[in-house]
């Protein structure tokens, strides 16, 4: 009797354990069922919340370019909207002079870093050394819009005597300080990713170490190196601290790095403020801006897009 009891208790623990394990089957396959649907929906909402922004652009532009001739608009160089004129290739010129100095001094710093980190420093010099780098992406833009006004503008004046208090030069450089990790980080991701037989290869055939830097991996991770320079530029483009602190706010169709400037950014700063009241022209114009803005670095993105896509190397 103690052995058919013994066995019934058993096969009831089994049952048990069977229908527990039939639960969490249950459990487990809808979670794997729920699981796309809430990726889906994550993915779903940032292209509707990118559609969102688009569409409220778009739509205060058109406000705007109803009493605003668009042609006036792209091809004007006079952009004082208090006495309603609305060139904004004044503003584009400026943003244009920034990127231009900011990538003269994000380039060579960014590649240079990713050449040593990726080519010549040891593991360890590595995990000290890249931590350090991306530090500068962590640093607050309106820290760099203070340091570029009180530290490297006094610098430069005492070069540059004719160096206005605000002007681009600071600005532009330290905007170019501020990428350095970005296409750092990317490049050297890149070179990385080059196999090592090519590297072995190379030196196998004769070749010093810069040759094979130089002749056989900045080629081979080309693409993803200037798709780092194209995101570089988007950055640059878009930023606002640091050109609305130390760049000023005078909208000029110049490309004398030494005068006060005004970027798209800025001017939109500068209206976010309070400066215009809301429904009127010069309100609805940051709407105008922010779409070339939008526009600008739309294109920039594509471009890094095709030129990862198109010389990609694999492997």
Known sequence: MASNSNEKTEQTSISKRIEKNRQN?????F????VPKLLLLASILSVLVTVGILYTLLSEAVTFFAEVNIFSFLSGTDWQPWQG???????????LLITVIAMIVAIPVGVA????????????WRRILKPLLEVLAGIPTVVYGFFALTFVTPVLKSFIPDLSFFNALSAGIVVGV?????????????MSAVPNEMRQGALALGSTRLETTL????????SGIVASFALGISRAIG????????AGATPKFTMDPTQSIQTMTGYIVQVAKGDAGFGSTIYYSIYAVGATLFIFTL?????????SRRYREEY
């Open 215 to 222: 002749k056989v991996v900045l080629p081979a991770s080309l």
């Open 25 to 29: 089957n249950g459990s487990l396959r």
């Open 299 to 307: 294109i920039m993105n594509l471009l890094a897009q095709y030129i």
């Open 85 to 95: 004129s609305f060139g904004v290739l004044g503003l584009v010129s400026g943003t």
């Open 178 to 190: 501020m990428i350095i990790p970005m296409i750092a980080s990317l490049t050297e991701d890149a």
């Open 113 to 124: 870093s990713a050449i040593f980190l990726s080519e010549y420093s040891s593991d360890k």
């Open 31 to 34: 979670i794997e069922k729920m």
């Open 239 to 246: 930023e606002t601290m640091i050109v609305a602190i130390a």
